[in-house]
């Protein structure tokens, strides 16, 4: 007989939140890049609609066109006028908060702080510098100190398990023998895929191996802290009588890949592997040890707190809808979407990366061995169905190829099959009509499952 545990660093946040609650395993994010899917998490729209399609300046992130415009409208605005007293702490875009701690792009020391508005600077010192405990005590701290006659809102956002992935010093032995997972697509070659995919090394060399080991397992190593912040923030509302008043959502804004099609570390990719996220919620009316089926994105949260606060959603310009119903049907009622929209822009370098020069201008993130994650014509639009009868895929690049994917998820979960050229040409007809509808939605349109 043989005996197999589940080796995890979040042991304590599936305890703590996933058992106590619900566990939706069909969550993903509607765009898999930082920037633009934490704009989606805010504004609870698609990235044609909020405009940030990217992590640079010119693809809007945080730019003024963003602070002018949709960031004016983002759920924690609404919360404000209810009179919650809200906090944010960690990487964020600009300031939607009445409390906040704003670092600028994922850093554990050696960061500069904006502390509403005054700048802070912080070193190297683990005590008082190790970013996801100071966000951790800083919360604490705005818990100890909030006003009992208003409700509250955080929003905690740790630069774990981002790179640098500098682990806190008592965590940086652990998972010694944790490798990537070499399953489903890990190292099969992306033969049938938009050309990113077929450029990289296969095999990947063992040097790749272990850097992409190396990075998996201190990703894990930094996790171990956001694990103890979410027991400590769950002790404290516990102690102050809140938890059972509270409820608690943990998610991410992206997935990510460690040598899957050959791909070393990233994401942005259209695949399973950086579209899903783990999404785990407790709170009143939320009956313990769920699993959810139905589909949720991160243009879902926005709608899903203001319903918990009250707000009528027919007065808020989102794309998603709440998936309170889903978790707690004795609270609301509501249907589940059967197919929704994954978008992203591609970024590149206009001139080449003088690191890989015979690759040419236009690609971005090379590494290692040349190895390129993103380009200016990754970009795509795909529709993803799943509504109980069918698991599929659809997606258009906008490049030279007018590059087409097609994949069957019940019987290929992995996608390692490209079926667009078995495909009954009246169902990719229909898919293309779908996804142009997609495209262009706005508000209700996005939720019509016509």
């Known amino acids: 007989m043989c005996l197999f545990v589940l080796q995890t660093p979040m042991k304590k946040t599936k305890a703590l939140i996933g058992d106590a609650g619900a566990t939706f395993v069909n969550a993903f994010t509607v765009t898999p890049l930082c920037c633009p899917s934490r704009s989606s998490v805010l504004t609870g729209r698609y990235p044609h609609n909020h405009e940030v399609r990217n992590n640079s300046l010119s693809g809007n992130c945080s730019s003024l066109q963003w ?11 609404y919360l404000n006028k209810l009179k919650y007293q809200t906090f944010f702490a960690g990487k964020y875009l600009n300031q939607p908060f009445a409390v906040w701690l704003q670092v600028g792009n994922s850093q554990y020391y050696n960061y500069t702080l904006s502390v509403n508005a005054k700048e802070e600077k912080h070193g190297d010192s683990y005590e008082k510098d ?12 705005f818990l100890d100190n909030r006003s009992p006659q208003h409700p509250f809102f955080l929003m905690l956002s740790p630069p774990a398990p981002h790179s640098p992935w500098t ?4 965590y940086q032995k652990e998972f010694g023998d944790v490798k990537a997972p070499r399953d489903g697509s890990f ?14 090394i296969n095999p990947m060399p063992s040097k790749t191996l272990d850097y992409l080991d190396n990075a998996y397992r201190r990703r894990w190593q930094t996790l171990l802290s956001v694990d103890d912040m979410v027991e ?19 998610t991410s804004d992206n997935g990510y890949h460690t040598g899957q099609f050959s791909l070393p570390i990233d994401k942005r990719q259209l695949y399973e592997f950086d579209i899903r996220v783990p999404l785990m919620v407790r709170g009143p009316g939320i009956k313990p040890n769920q699993t959810l089926q139905a589909p949720v994105l991160n243009i879902d949260l926005a709608p899903t707190i203001l319903d918990i606060s009250g707000v009528n959603l027919s007065t808020v310009n989102v794309d998603g809808q709440s998936f309170l119903s889903q978790m707690a049907p004795s609270l609301r009622n509501g249907t589940a979407r059967p197919f929704f929209l994954v978008e992203y822009t591609g970024e590149g370098h206009p001139t080449t990366d003088p690191a890989c020069p015979k690759l040419g201008p236009g690609l971005s993130q090379c590494f290692p061995d040349c190895v390129c994650e993103d380009a200016f014509n990754n970009t795509y639009a795909c529709v993803r169905t799943l509504d109980g009868q069918q698991n599929l895929q659809y997606c258009e690049f906008a490049d030279s190829e007018s590059f087409v994917e097609v ?24 898919m293309n009509q779908r996804l142009i509808k997609l495209q262009s939605c706005a508000g209700d349109s996005c939720r019509d499952t016509k």
Do not use: M
Request: glycine residues 2%; aromatic residues 8%; neutral net charge.
């Open 67 to 77: 602070q002018k415009g949709p960031e004016a409208e983002a759920f924690p605005v």
């Open 130 to 141: 190790y970013l996801t405990d100071l966000i951790t005590n800083r919360s604490l701290n």
């Open 167 to 170: 682990a806190a010093p008592q």
């Open 187 to 200: 190292d099969k070659p992306g033969k049938d895929k938009h050309w990113l995919l077929r450029q990289p």
């Open 232 to 250: 400590l923030l769950l002790k404290k509302l516990d102690s102050i009588k809140e938890l059972d008043n509270t409820y608690i959502f943990y």
């Open 407 to 430: 994949y069957n998820l019940t019987s290929d979960p992995h996608q390692l099959e490209n079926i667009v050229k078995k495909v009954d040409p009246t169902i990719l007809q229909a």
